[in-house]
């Protein structure tokens, strides 16, 4: 027979923020982040929103079944704690791609400056958005963490940037 421990609050919040945030945080700051450098510099080595769009929809779509199958794979939450490997990885995989996606989708704009400028409004969400997450949910201090988010995130973009106008 088991024994069902009473869980205090304290301990159900930080078993949901282990378990649940952490995962999405992590899939979402990866997607945001990983996939600016591919969608900007498709953009601008091609000129063309739709060929971005495509790229950013490749990488989002990859980077959320390779992000997925990393959180899943990577300990089976006993030793852990971090919850079961199916859900953490299924959370990672879909924050991934959403991540990903949502500065993607400015690339349907058919005029390439106008999804540029609506693309840099989505991206700059984005990052504020996680620096939001971050710190309500890991208690990171809201300027600090703007700091680190905003920071990572330009100079990711600014690879992009620079290697699409380089080629």
Known sequence: MKLKMKVSRQQAE????IQK???ALLGLMDGSVSTMAPIFAAAGLT???LSAFFVGLAASLGAG??????????????VTGRGKPLIRGSITGIATAIGGMLHTFPFL???L???LRTAYVVVAGELLAIAFIRYKFMNTPLIKTILQVIVGGAIVLLIGLYLGNAG
């Open 47 to 49: 000129g063309k929103p």
């Open 113 to 115: 400056n106008i999804a």
């Open 65 to 78: 079944v390779s992000m997925g199958l990393a959180e899943g794979l990577t300990d089976d939450g006993s």
């Open 14 to 17: 930080s078993r949901f923020v």
């Open 21 to 23: 945030v952490q995962p």
């Open 109 to 111: 704009i058919p005029h």
